[in-house]
């Protein structure tokens, strides 16, 4: 709904991000963002009966999406004739996605995680695709497959009560951003002391040492955070 009494017939989708290609401004940047346990429900006509949609986390309508350093994760669809788990692109759309994790989408068995309609193109660069029913399909182009992970990102406390999608320690994510040239991560966090960088919207930061030139000092650094550190005492 929009606004007092309006009703906005139609295909129901994007969830978490919804893109139309028919805008003046037909361009769609994510970088460092985490678009997780979203659900896509079906729509309505004007006529009253449901109709479909789709994109749990991104709905692509046309245009152009660049993602980069995102993590999609554990979107839902409402029902199965509903397309992308994760990530639907219709009309002429294109989404280039980099270094990212998308991971967890298992809602209906014959829905995919990143689902691209016939004419429609995906170009993928080095990412992680991990837990879906079914990475990609739909009859669309896809391109840079080959470069993809299958590793489990581990992530530190995924769904509820947490909604904690940093990556843990053992993450396959770790590392595997080769060519990122994406500083800092959703926490601000530096991404260069790790080079390369981690797959997904986070970087992982492990305790470690380090001494100032001059002042005398040996610092420790760490996360305060029991989820992050389960033990420890700080």
């Given at each position: 709904?929009?606004?007092?009494?309006?009703?906005?017939?139609?295909?129901?989708?994007?969830?978490?991000?919804?893109?139309?290609g028919?805008?003046?401004?037909?361009?769609?940047?994510?970088n460092?963002?985490?678009?997780?346990?979203?659900?896509?429900?079906m729509?309505?006509?004007?006529?009253?009966?449901?109709?479909g949609?789709g994109?749990?986390?991104?709905?692509?309508?046309?245009?152009?999406?660049?993602?980069?350093?995102?993590?999609?994760?554990?979107?839902?669809?409402?029902?199965?004739?509903?397309?992308?788990?994760?990530?639907?692109?219709i009309?002429?759309?294109?989404?280039?996605?980099?270094?990212?994790?998308?991971?967890?989408?298992?809602?209906?068995?014959?829905?995919?995680?990143?689902?691209?309609?016939?004419?429609?193109n995906?170009n993928?660069?080095?990412?992680?695709?991990?837990?879906?029913?079914?990475?990609?399909?739909?009859?669309?182009?896809?391109?840079?497959?080959?470069?993809n992970?299958?590793?489990?990102?581990?992530?530190?406390?995924?769904?509820?009560?947490?909604?904690?999608?940093?990556i843990?320690?053992?993450?396959?994510?770790?590392?595997?951003?080769?060519?990122?040239?994406?500083?800092?991560d959703?926490?601000?966090?530096n991404?260069?002391?790790?080079?390369?960088?981690d797959l997904?919207?986070?970087?992982?930061?492990?305790?470690?040492?380090?001494v100032?030139?001059?002042?005398r000092?040996?610092?420790l650094?760490?996360?305060?955070?029991s989820?992050?550190?389960?033990?420890?005492?700080h």
């Amino acid at each position: 709904r929009g606004g007092v009494g309006d009703i906005y017939w139609g295909a129901g989708g994007g969830a978490g991000v919804y893109l139309s290609g028919f805008a003046e401004d037909n361009t769609l940047t994510l970088n460092n963002v985490i678009i997780a346990d979203n659900l896509a429900e079906m729509g309505i006509s004007s006529g009253g009966t449901t109709t479909g949609g789709g994109g749990g986390g991104l709905f692509l309508n046309g245009g152009t999406a660049n993602i980069t350093h995102a993590t999609f994760a554990q979107n839902r669809l409402g029902a199965s004739p509903m397309q992308g788990n994760g990530i639907v692109v219709i009309n002429g759309g294109t989404a280039n996605i980099n270094h990212s994790i998308i991971a967890n989408h298992t809602s209906f068995t014959d829905a995919v995680a990143v689902h691209a309609q016939a004419g429609n193109n995906v170009n993928f660069n080095t990412n992680i695709l991990f837990g879906n029913n079914t990475n990609t399909g739909g009859g669309g182009t896809f391109t840079g497959s080959g470069s993809n992970l299958s590793g489990d990102p581990n992530f530190v406390a995924a769904g509820s009560p947490n909604f904690n999608y940093h990556i843990n320690n053992g993450s396959a994510a770790i590392d595997q951003a080769v060519g990122s040239t994406t500083a800092v991560d959703i926490d601000n966090q530096n991404r260069g002391p790790f080079d390369p960088p981690d797959l997904g919207a986070d970087e992982y930061v492990p305790l470690y040492l380090y001494v100032l030139p001059g002042d005398r000092s040996l610092s420790l650094n760490w996360l305060a955070d029991s989820t992050l550190l389960p033990g420890l005492d700080h």
